[in-house]
């Protein structure tokens, strides 16, 4: 999509679902909805910028109904952007001042590429508290995704993520290990994509108050929350995901290592790829590391030019949201 494109589609998509119904008059005698107010605050960097914006759109717009959902997208203060994403960014998001003068139901937040040892050291870890403390106190339920929610269980508790050594990607199932509204209709196990370099301790997060609802053996915790004031909702996965999200961080990885800003090859994505493509894959990595081939990255684009993984967690990433909305709509 050009920009042109996706700019009108973010202003077409700023209200969605509903029906006719769903309106009531306003003081004046006009049309006004009813409408659950939810901010997102994109913190992906410039390469995923736009693409976080449509996936997480493109899964409420597969789930709102009504009463409809107003979309606002939010940026906070200290993540370096390209002048075309700064642009971006400035003719369409809010910033934290602004956020902090809303009344959101709910409030989605995204993680950043971190460059810093510590998350706590990146320069935009004030602005990021900041609205983890205002979604404490002013909104219904705040999504934290992936690095977020590391970020957020390490303001709030301290609690730190640990190195898992090398770089957790696939799609997993995940077993319900407890009730809750937002499992509804779900289970017994969640299908979902991750894709990360760290992990958080199930049982600090117990002792600490979080309530585990997903989880398995080969990914660890998965889904879990916190009842404050606000309910906390903390997501290690990426139920918001494309069908091709994992192959292009995959590629992006292995062009990283071609060219040497990464020191080993990437492993391929869990239980994403058909059998023959992964098979192909995997011979190709056999031929880097030996340096049998001879042209590597006209080789791999040639090898994921017609590869189209399935969306195999849409039913499930379509349900955990649709929960989402309902608890939203019902407080």
């Known amino acids: ?28 005698g006009s049309a006004a909805a009813k409408c659950l107010e939810i901010g997102i605050v994109n913190n992906m960097p410039d390469a995923s910028l736009l693409a976080t914006e449509r996936q997480f759109k493109d899964l409420i717009v597969q789930t709102a109904g009504a009463p409809p959902v ?40 995204t993680g950043c590429e971190p460059k810093a040892a510590s998350l706590a050291d990146e320069p935009y870890w004030p602005s990021l508290t900041r609205v983890i403390d205002w979604a404490a106190d002013n909104t219904r339920s705040t999504i934290f995704s992936c690095l977020a929610a590391h970020a957020a269980v390490l303001h709030l508790d301290g609690i730190k993520r640990v190195p898992l050594g090398q770089k957790l990607s696939g799609v997993f199932d995940c077993a319900l290990v407890a009730g809750d509204p937002l499992l509804e209709g779900l289970g ?14 199930a049982q600090e997060l117990s002792a600490h108050g979080y309530r585990i609802l997903t989880s398995s053996p080969r990914v660890g915790v998965d889904l879990f929350v916190k009842q404050q004031a606000s309910f906390f909702v903390f997501l290690q996965g990426h139920p918001e995901y494309d069908s ?23 492993a391929i994505p869990e239980d994403y790829f058909d059998p023959l493509t992964e098979k192909h894959l995997a011979a190709f990595g056999q031929r880097v590391a030996s340096q049998q081939s001879r042209s590597p990255h006209r080789e791999l684009a040639s090898l994921l030019e017609d590869v189209h993984p399935a969306k195999s967690w849409r039913h499930s990433a379509g349900g955990l949201c649709r929960n989402w909305l309902k608890y939203l709509a019902t407080r």
């Open 1 to 28: 999509m050009t920009d042109r494109g996706h700019e009108a589609a973010l202003a077409a998509l700023q209200l969605i679902g509903g029906a006719p119904d769903s309106r009531s008059r306003g003081a004046d």
């Open 70 to 109: 107003r979309l606002r997208f939010y940026a906070i203060a200290g993540i370096a952007r390209a002048e075309s994403a700064a642009q971006h960014i400035g003719a369409h998001y809010g910033d934290i001042e602004t956020l902090t003068r809303e009344k959101l139901d709910g409030l989605i937040i």
């Open 188 to 201: 017994p196990e969640l299908r979902v994509p991750h894709s990360r370099l760290n992990d958080l301790a």
């Open 244 to 266: 091709d999200s994992l192959l292009r961080e995959y590629r992006r990885d292995v062009v990283r290592y071609l060219r040497g800003e990464r020191p080993s090859f990437p």
